[in-house]
Nanobody, 126 residues
Framework: VQLQASGGGLVQAGGSLRLSCAAS????????MGWFRQAPGKEREFVAR????????VYTDSVKGRFTISRDNAKNTLYLQMNSLKPDDTAVYYC????????????????????WGQGTLVTVSS
């Protein structure tokens, strides 16, 4: 599986961005998908996960109510709509994919995901 993230950039605090992740795989709809991020000088952390059907989503507490993860299985694309951005959201954002059970039950662990994109940088200025 090849994952290509895009949509990052520079935005002022309070602004919005939408990240996209295009997957080159014929069975996209069978994969759980997610987003992680890594801020400068910090460890990579889980952001959000969406089930293969899109019917189940999970978010880390710091983005609940501001970020929305979604997917379009017809277009093999994952999205992350980010609103009310804060300087603390500055990070490289990575999309991930997996068909393993661990990506559903222990989604917050990096080891649960066996496919990673290259990352896209989001910078939020104050």
């Amino acid at each position: 599986v090849q994952l290509q993230a895009s949509g990052g950039g520079l935005v002022q605090a309070g602004g919005s961005l939408r990240l996209s992740c295009a997957a080159s795989v014929r069975t996209f709809s069978s994969y759980s998908m997610g987003w992680f991020r890594q801020a400068p000088g910090k460890e990579r952390e889980f952001v959000a996960r969406i089930s293969w059907s899109g019917g189940d989503t999970v978010y880390t507490d710091s983005v609940k109510g501001r970020f929305t993860i979604s997917r379009d299985n017809a277009k093999n694309t994952l999205y992350l709509q980010m609103n009310s951005l804060k300087p603390d959201d500055t990070a490289v954002y990575y999309c991930v994919a997996s068909r393993s059970r661990s990506s559903f039950y222990t989604y917050w662990r990096e080891s649960a995901w066996d496919n990673w994109g290259q990352g896209t940088l989001v910078t939020v200025s104050s």
